[in-house]
């Protein structure tokens, strides 16, 4: 009872910025806290709501696909740093600063470099395979490696184990890399969908691509089809090359259309929809945003508690 009487007498002693400054932080905490608690229940229940579909029978659209991550055979990919095999990685290198505040010497460390894979992998579940287009996903349970050393690149690569934190007192720039392996197991909720060559490009499109191509060698065009040597194209002639492009064009429509269909996983064109990729498994990945989401609705309730609780004291 003291103790609470104490804290009253303290909220009630705060001068009139002060008050106003403590009230902002609390309902900016309780807005940020209710903003991460509606996007990770969301998240929790798209999981353990979405069926897992079969590659051999997925419908088009938004979908929970479960397999193993495997390269695309002619385009292996290397992460930066490491230069290891991977589906997919998250690369950064920092500096070391040293400063001075108030007297102090203090250190922190300074972003310098980043990239982030935005590669396309494979997946499969034994029924059959689709690709995995990794950008703007949100990745979990990643391979993540921690290295330092004394030059702005490293200079060692094939790192598995992480170095420890003694390390960074001796060397200038730390190396962090997260990877997804070749053969992981992989978790994606995404937007799947059929991709096709030739329905991604009319035979008007391919036919003004070629005629644009032939308009980058104006003498090349000229002996083609200036028919009466006038040093210039006029309408008729440009008629004929027209039906001539359209002629190419359809060709070359045609064989696009032989080209095998691609089956696709990618980031949802509704903003409103998560794309997930994770080597968790959905029983982890859901208990992961449920976690999530519960820390955040206490932080929203402890931020809006403490807010009343101070808008009354203060009355």
């Known amino acids: 009872m003291i103790h609470d009487l104490r804290a009253i007498m303290a909220a009630l002693e705060l001068s009139p910025e002060e008050y106003h400054f403590t009230l902002g932080i609390l309902l900016m905490a309780a807005l940020l806290s209710l903003y991460y608690f509606a996007r990770n229940w969301k998240r929790f229940r798209l999981i353990e709501d979405t069926p897992t579909a079969k590659l051999r029978s997925a419908h088009q659209g938004y979908i929970e696909l479960v397999g193993k991550g495997l390269s695309i055979d002619d385009q292996p990919i290397y992460a930066p740093l ?29 972003v310098v470099y980043k990239t982030i894979s935005d590669q396309r992998f494979k997946l499969t579940d034994g029924t059959a395979v ?29 790192i598995f184990e992480s170095q420890s934190i003694i390390h960074a007192m001796a060397n200038q720039y730390r190396y962090t890399e997260s990877l997804i392996l070749p053969g992981q197991p992989v978790y994606v909720l995404g937007q799947y969908k059929t991709w096709s060559a030739a329905s991604q490009r009319s035979v008007r499109d391919v036919m003004i691509h070629l005629i644009n191509g032939w308009k980058q060698n104006q003498q090349q ?3 083609r089809f200036d028919t009466n040597k006038d ?34 996983i990618a980031k949802p064109d509704r903003s409103d929809r998560p794309f997930i990729i994770s080597v968790y498994s959905q029983a982890v990945l859901a ?29």
Do not use: F
């Open 82 to 110: 490491s230069n290891h095999p991977c589906l997919w990685y998250q690369s950064q290198i920092e500096q070391q600063e040293t400063y001075t505040e108030k007297g102090r010497t203090q250190t922190r460390w300074n």
């Open 130 to 158: 689709c690709l995995v287009d990794p950008n703007d996903a949100e990745v979990n349970g990643h391979e993540k490696l921690v290295w330092y050393g004394n030059t702005e690149w490293p200079t060692r690569t094939q």
């Open 221 to 223: 065009l000229r002996e």
């Open 231 to 264: 040093g210039k194209i006029d309408q008729d002639e440009w008629e004929a090359a027209r039906e001539e492009a359209l002629l190419e064009a359809q060709k070359r429509h045609d064989q696009l259309a032989l080209e095998p269909d691609e089956n696709i």
């Open 287 to 315: 208990k992961k945003y449920r976690r999530h989401a519960a820390i955040a609705g206490a932080a929203w309730v402890l931020a809006v508690g403490y807010a009343i609780w101070l808008v009354h004291a203060h009355g």
